[in-house]
């Protein structure tokens, strides 16, 4: 009995469960440090919505900390549905109080979770060793290692669209399968009711993914246009089970998007594609793109799934057109982002890894005919490569002590005095001293790509009286920013300093030299 089970346990299992164990260490490296070693501004506000929501669920808090937390949450701003921090401050109540510990640990088993599903797709489309290979490439890869981890909706919004892309191949390869002529009309009649289980999972979960946040939308619609269309042709429309669909992919990103946040989704819009739209004509931005996108992902890797999409079989290549075509078209409608917003890329990375698999089949199919000597050889370079990269993304982690950083936010909220209004010109919004200083402050304008793309002949000098209205002093932790002002630096060194120290100067606005 014990052999027979044995026999019946796959080769490659040993192999998957040594990978998520290598890809759970690598994401909980520092598991407890402030989250400012990837994207700080972005997890840094997370952080602030994550407390605000715990502070309202404790039922002992600090009044005054507590109206503090609600403003801070105002403050940041609403772009998605506050999920992951809903979770997340749920746990500190269960947990006993904030920790920086328990995003991680939640962007890790989603990531792990994903993992597995992406492995079992790229098992269906190739073989169990180029599943691996690719699975590999997800899980160890720095930028997926640290994208994965952060404190903000990307990483779910990834993990339950890589689930929702399974279940969609697997209602595809259900009803392709069931047109085959050789089948009975029972195993139809199963495959039908089957196919309507796959297409809710697939449809909830792309769905979710959607509403977590919506960038996501155009993969979506990419992968699903493919796959309809490889399932049903131009005779789509006759289809419950396209329908049914539809309506679960969209109704809760459209309920919430369009019908519960207009203003804001119109004001997004807006401001990041119909104004930055021109950047699409110049080649600059092609370029800078792809070296961007390169250099997170690695740019022979990228074309190498590129090829890989073109190899696969018929309608697994047109799932991973669509997925490049759906990358292509938001990446021309968020025009800005994809040469300077890291962490907008990471729903690429199971694309590049599922499209690797092809060509990992192929050079696997090659090996199968080596001797031995040189298999090993090919194993020994594989091994290579995963402990390079695993090391890399270790090192990224812990290339930074930020221990520190906590205590001096919090004397610099201590040197502000009470009740004061201040405008700072700040890293991160001013969220790092919003997060540990508990202070709030106005915001001078920084001198950013953005606004040299949006405002490129605007003096913000010119302008300090009217922008420093009603303001009692001016901080200063952004000292490269002020080295790019130096008009602003010369103005300032007019007015005396109040209060200076580690990172900091507090201009008093009310006293001239």
Sequence with gaps: MKTSLLFRIPRWLPFLILLLILGAALRLVNLTAPPLDFQPTRQLRNSLVARAIYYDLLPNADPE??????????????????????????????????????????????????????????????????????????????????????????PLMTSVFVIGIYFMYRWMDDLTSASSPQRTTDFLERKGVRSWKWAILAALFL??????????????????????????????????????????????????????????????FFSWTVTLIKLITSPRFYADWLGFVGGLLGLTIL???????????????????????????????????????????????????????????????????????????????????????????????????????????????DAIPSNANVIALTQDYGYDLMYWGWRKVELWPLNTDLSQVKNPDKNLAANFADLTAGNDYFLVTAFGQLNKQP??????????????????????LQQAK
């Excluded at 047109?318 to 890291?342: A, D, K, N």
């Excluded at 092809?358 to 091994?383: D, F, Y």
């Design 65 to 154: 900390k507590r109206a503090l937390a609600e403003s801070f949450q105002r403050a940041v701003g609403q772009y998605e549905p506050p999920i992951i921090e809903t979770i997340v401050g749920f746990t500190f109540l269960l947990t006993g109080g904030e920790s920086f510990a328990a995003p991680r640990i939640y962007g890790t088993i989603l990531w792990l979770l994903a993992g597995i599903a992406l492995f079992d797709l790229a098992r269906r489309i190739s073989s169990p060793t180029a599943a691996l290979i690719s699975l590999t490439y997800f899980l160890v890869l720095p930028f997926a290692v640290q994208a994965s981890r952060s404190f903000q909706p990307d």
């Design 487 to 508: 008009e602003l630096k010369k103005i300032l060194d007019g007015y005396a300093i109040a209060a200076q120290g580690d990172g900091y100067i507090l201009y008093d």
């Design 303 to 413: 074309f190498l799934s590129l090829a890989g999409t073109l190899l696969a079989a018929p309608r697994v290549r047109w799932m991973l057109v669509g997925l490049w075509l759906g990358y292509l078209l938001y990446g021309l409608l968020l025009p800005f982002q994809m040469f300077t917003h890291s962490y907008y890329h990471i729903q690429l990375v199971p694309v590049v890894a599922l499209g690797l698999a092809p060509i990992i089949e192929t050079v696997a199919v090659q090996a199968s005919g080596l001797r031995r000597g040189w298999k090993a050889a090919l194993v020994a370079m594989l091994i290579v490569f995963i402990g390079y990269q695993s090391w890399a993304a270790r090192s990224v982690l812990v290339a930074e002590d930020f221990s520190q950083t906590p205590a001096i936010w919090k004397s610099i909220g």
């Design 207 to 268: 769905g979710f993914a959607v509403l977590v946040k919506i960038v996501i939308v155009f993969l979506v619609i990419g992968a699903a246009a493919a796959v309809v269309l490889v399932t049903h042709g131009l005779r789509f429309w006759k289809s419950a089970q396209v329908w049914t669909m539809a309506v679960l992919m969209i109704v809760s990103a459209f309920g919430y998007y369009v019908l519960g946040h207009p203003g804001r989704s119109t004001e997004y």
